[in-house]
């Protein structure tokens, strides 16, 4: 399984990224699941929305969840997230929004690769994350 992180997304859905299509194309072709977090859908509506409006955020919110799995946010992964933001959150504790920690946590429980172009996921030792 592949877990699409929200800023690749933000960039597919902008039209600004080959390698997020070429992503969903080989995933097609390869028959790999491609799946988000739930918590994803928050992000990609409020982002999505400043930049195209709510009717464009939603529309494709909508083709989302109809291509892709969306994975809910479970116990396990609510106190897998938990630990995360406690590890590496930095000195300020600041450091990794909760967010991430939860798309972090949801790729861990699922054994899933994450795919993002957002420098948080690189301190998360614990998963297996693909740079777009």
């Not at 072709?29 to 409006?53: H, K, M, N, P």
């Not at 959150?89 to 920690?101: F, S, T, W, Y």
């Amino acid at each position: 399984m592949l877990l699409l992180d929200t800023k690749p997304l933000v960039d597919f859905f902008k039209d600004q990224s080959e390698s997020v299509k070429k992503i969903i194309s080989d995933s097609e072709e390869a028959d790999i699941e491609l799946a988000i977090s739930v918590i994803t859908i928050s992000e990609l509506f409020y982002i999505l929305s400043r930049f195209g409006g709510t009717d464009f955020a939603a529309a494709c919110i909508d083709n989302l969840k109809s291509q892709l799995k969306m994975e809910p946010v479970t116990v396990e992964i609510a106190q897998k997230a938990g630990e995360f933001k406690f590890r590496y959150a930095g000195k300020e504790r600041k450091g990794l929004p909760m967010a991430d920690a939860i798309i972090a946590a949801t790729a861990f429980v699922h054994g899933a690769e994450l795919v993002t172009n957002d420098p948080h996921f690189e301190k998360i030792k614990e998963i297996k994350a693909r740079k777009v």
